[in-house]
């Protein structure tokens, strides 16, 4: 199985206009979007969690990561990044 989660809101996302590369953060809300989305996740087991080197990305897999089991690998790489 192959689970996909999208970054949290960013404040590109709230002026409606096209983050492309641009590595910015979450918002508050987009923060708790990914909180929620650790919940929801929380205890499952995955060979791998693969991630973008953007900012957004690794603040929405942070919590996540927090709360799976400790030898759950993380890879963040550029490639992943969205394409446009």
Do not use: C
């Amino acid at each position: 199985q192959i689970w996909i989660v999208r970054h949290g809101q960013t404040q590109e996302n709230v002026s409606r206009t096209i983050a492309g590369h641009n590595s910015s953060g979450l918002t508050p809300l987009g923060k708790q979007q990914a909180d929620l989305v650790a919940q929801r996740l929380k205890g499952m087991s995955f060979k791998g969690v693969y991630i973008s080197d953007l900012t957004r990305s690794k603040q929405t897999a942070d919590p996540i990561l927090r709360l799976l089991p400790k030898d759950t690998k993380a890879f963040a790489d550029k490639r992943l990044r969205e394409k446009g």
